[in-house]
């Protein structure tokens, strides 16, 4: 069977690339996700916002897939500005739990210079793993 590309129903086409690519094996490869909603417009210009957007979508990825967030091994998230990030943990935190609960996958973060897009604060990928149905 060939990786399968995963795409949340309302979400406007990927370009380039795909937001997900389920693996035969179960393993969910998602791709690096900003802070964009499912028409890729930036409703939130903060960083805990964008960053609370981004984990929303990698969760309707994740879903999307027929797993839930526990299913979720691994985030890298490529963050470009390491002060915003530190001053905010608090806030942070609490948006996280608001989407993936105390689930803690394996984490790095990656302090980088720019992003593609311009209003893009934040991008985090992810690797999941959904059980294979049958």
Same mark, same amino acid.
């Given at each position: 069977?060939?990786?399968?590309?995963?795409?949340?129903?309302? =979400?406007?086409?990927?370009?380039?690339?795909? #937001?997900?690519? &389920?693996?035969?094996?179960?393993? &969910?490869?998602? !791709?690096? +996700?900003?802070? =964009? #909603?499912? +028409? /890729?417009?930036?409703?939130?210009?903060?960083?805990?916002?964008?960053?609370?957007?981004?984990?929303? #979508?990698?969760?309707?990825?994740? @879903? !999307?897939?027929?797993?839930?967030?526990?299913? %979720?091994? @691994? &985030?890298? =998230?490529?963050? /470009?500005? /390491?002060?915003?990030?530190?001053?905010?943990? @608090?806030?942070?935190?609490?948006?996280?739990? @608001?989407?993936?609960?105390?689930?803690?996958? !394996?984490?790095?973060?990656? %302090?980088?210079?720019?992003?593609?897009?311009?209003?893009?604060? &934040?991008?985090?990928? !992810?690797?999941?793993?959904? /059980?294979?149905?049958?």
């Amino acid at each position: 069977m060939a990786p399968k590309t995963i795409q949340p129903e309302g =979400w406007a086409p990927a370009l380039g690339y795909a #937001n997900g690519m &389920l693996m035969e094996d179960g393993t &969910l490869h998602i !791709a690096g +996700q900003i802070g =964009w #909603n499912a +028409q /890729k417009v930036f409703e939130q210009h903060d960083f805990v916002g964008q960053m609370e957007q981004t984990l929303e #979508n990698i969760a309707a990825i994740v @879903r !999307a897939a027929g797993g839930d967030v526990g299913d %979720i091994g @691994r &985030l890298t =998230w490529f963050v /470009k500005d /390491k002060a915003e990030y530190m001053a905010h943990q @608090r806030e942070i935190g609490e948006a996280y739990r @608001r989407v993936l609960g105390r689930h803690f996958p !394996a984490m790095s973060l990656i %302090i980088i210079k720019d992003l593609v897009e311009d209003e893009a604060l &934040l991008e985090i990928e !992810a690797t999941a793993f959904v /059980k294979p149905k049958g």
